[in-house]
């Protein structure tokens, strides 16, 4: 089993800047598939990013393309997503998976472990 924590959340006004992790327990988790959703208020759990365990090869939703930024310490049984130049639409509760399995990264079904979230909220 993998458990995940999800830290860095809060509340940052439109072009500021945060940093998320998610830190990983159970197992090493740098070989599986990783990735970021989000949840905006009143709709469905949306990918944000991935990074494959393979090669690190990484994947954005296009909305969040040069803005966001997905990474790993593997040594740390970490990953981060750094957030730049925020936008009020980026206010979501953050997820961060993990998958044991090669499947479409941006589908919530390939992912097996969840965390249990951090707000982020972006303020005009």
């Known amino acids: 089993q993998v458990q995940l924590v999800e830290s860095g959340g809060g509340l940052v006004q439109a072009g500021g800047s945060l940093r998320l992790s998610c830190a990983a327990s159970g197992r090493t988790v740098s070989t599986y598939a990783r990735g970021w959703f989000r949840q905006p208020p009143g709709k469905e759990r949306e990918f944000v990013a991935a990074?494959?365990?393979?090669?690190?090869?990484?994947y954005y939703r296009d909305s969040v393309k040069g803005r966001f930024t997905i990474s790993t310490d593997n040594a740390k049984n970490t990953m981060y997503l750094q957030m730049n130049s925020l936008k009020p639409e980026d206010t979501a509760v953050y997820y961060c998976a993990v998958a044991r399995y090669i499947g479409p990264y941006d589908y919530k079904s390939t992912y097996d472990y969840w965390g249990l979230g951090t707000q982020v909220t972006v303020s005009s």
């Open positions: 990074i494959t365990g393979r090669d690190d090869t990484t």
